[in-house]
């Protein structure tokens, strides 16, 4: 079974301009949440979705959205970028909802701000 | 604010011998508790979950909780140099998974051959 795919893999953009990433879960996965990992701060959590609902949401400023269409796969955008944006995004996956559902990761997306 | 804490290390353990990570969590209605390896680089990989007091065996690895103590444990038997890595401990505090999975920074792991 494939995992969890992100992409792009790497991106550069500079401050005040927005992005988008992408993220397909695992073949059946329902629930796709993503995290913010700086050497800084950790692993943070920025939201969660189940069936095309944000469920949860981090501590992050608006700037940080997403969505999530009706085969799962899920965005998630940041507008109006700033230096401390970069990071390593990731995304996890996980069949259902709630605290006994294992959540898997996708290689992640290495965003650079200029 | 809810916190997960570990010793960053770096914790050094020969080759065969037991590694010991431990980790803390201040939240008493967390439900779940998972670890997770990170290698340099990439993105963190599941090892174990576990939801009950008690041992969880998977291997050479064993999970330990005590919700008592908020206190969780991973054991390496048999340490091999490919277990030198970040060990994350993560935990869910099972209000419907309302802020997702609250992870501490991490133990770096060494394995010396």
């Known amino acids: 079974k494939a995992g969890v795919t992100q992409t792009p893999r790497y991106l550069i953009k500079t401050r005040g301009q927005q992005v988008t990433l992408s993220c397909s879960p695992i073949s059946g996965h329902r629930s796709v949440s993503w995290y913010q990992q700086t050497p800084g701060q950790g692993l943070q959590f920025l939201f969660e979705y189940f069936s095309e609902t944000q469920r949860n949401k981090g501590n992050f400023p608006g700037r940080f959205s997403g969505r999530q269409f009706s085969n799962s796969r899920s965005e998630m955008n940041v507008s109006t970028l700033e230096l401390g944006d970069s990071a390593l995004y990731l995304c996890?996956?996980?069949f259902g909802q709630g605290p006994y559902n294992e959540q898997f990761f996708g290689p992640g997306t290495r965003l650079t701000v200029l | 604010q809810k916190e997960v804490e570990q010793n960053s290390g770096p914790l050094s353990v020969p080759e065969g011998a037991i590694a010991s990570l431990n980790c803390t969590y201040s939240d008493r209605v967390s439900q779940s508790f998972f670890w997770y390896r990170q290698y340099s680089g990439k993105s963190p990989e599941l090892i174990m979950s576990i939801y009950s007091n008690g041992d969880k065996e998977d291997g050479r690895f064993t999970a330990q909780l005590n919700k008592a103590s908020q206190y969780v444990s991973l054991l390496i038997r048999d340490s091999q140099p490919s277990d030198s890595a970040t060990y994350l401990c993560?935990?869910?505090?099972?209000?419907?998974?309302?802020?997702?999975?609250?992870f501490g920074k991490g133990t770096h792991l060494i394995i010396q051959p």
């Open positions: 996890a996956s996980s």
């Open positions: 993560a935990v869910n505090d099972g209000g419907g998974g309302a802020d997702g999975l609250t």
